[in-house]
């Protein structure tokens, strides 16, 4: 009987997350160049935020080369860093009422970076998804995006998140 739970466990593993994001093995490219890679959800977790504002649990996901920056502390990240970041709104668990758990998808996004390609803005591409993997392409989101990390994080290299303890 063991067997059988540890196969319906492996099953369940390699089909959780497929729930979001999509299961397609392409990358979805969005109108600023920046695509997001179809292992993202393999990626390390570097952070979870609240952004009480919005009411969304944000989950920060790290490709091996951003990782090995931050644990480093490495500052610029080199180019080849991604991070990704999961936004879901804010629900109240089910389980446990003095919980908060992601409740449903919102978004989506991704930053790149590529000194070359994004030169005018630190070094970085971004992009955003919906929760089904499509890209948004409305180009008066993006110009929103490197004023606000410019004017908030200069100094970490235009990122937000910081390496969790």
């Given at each position: 009987m063991?067997?059988?739970?540890?196969?319906?466990?492996l099953?369940s593993?390699?089909?959780?997350?497929?729930a979001?994001?999509?299961?397609?093995?392409?990358?979805?490219?969005?109108?600023?160049?920046?695509?997001?890679?179809?292992d993202?959800?393999?990626?390390?977790?570097?952070a979870p935020?609240l952004?009480?504002d919005?009411?969304?649990?944000?989950?920060?996901?790290?490709?091996p080369?951003?990782?090995?920056a931050?644990r480093?502390?490495?500052l610029?990240?080199?180019?080849?860093?991604?991070?990704?970041?999961?936004?879901?709104?804010?629900a109240a668990?089910?389980?446990?009422?003095?919980?908060?758990?992601?409740?449903e998808?919102?978004s989506?996004?991704?930053?790149?970076?590529d000194?070359?390609?994004?030169?005018d803005t630190?070094?970085w591409?971004?992009?955003r998804f919906?929760?089904?993997?499509?890209?948004?392409?409305?180009?008066?989101?993006?110009?929103t995006?490197?004023?606000?990390?410019q004017?908030?994080?200069?100094?970490?290299?235009f990122v937000?998140?910081?390496?969790?303890?």
């Open positions: 063991g067997w059988i739970w540890t196969a319906v466990l099953v593993l390699v089909a959780a997350p497929a979001v994001g999509g299961s397609d093995t392409t990358a979805s490219t969005a109108v600023t160049g920046v695509s997001l890679p179809p993202y959800r393999t990626w390390t977790a570097v935020s952004r009480t919005k009411g969304h649990i944000r989950m920060m996901l790290a490709n080369v951003m990782v090995e931050y480093s502390g490495t610029p990240f080199p180019d080849g860093s991604k991070i990704v970041k999961l936004v879901y709104r804010a668990s089910p389980e446990w009422a003095e919980a908060t758990v992601p409740g998808p919102v989506i996004e991704i930053m790149e970076k000194s070359k390609r994004f030169a630190g070094g591409g971004f992009a919906r929760p089904d993997g499509t890209p948004v392409n409305d180009m008066k989101l993006y110009v995006c490197f004023p606000c990390h004017s908030n994080v200069q100094d970490h290299d937000f998140t910081r390496w969790a303890p």
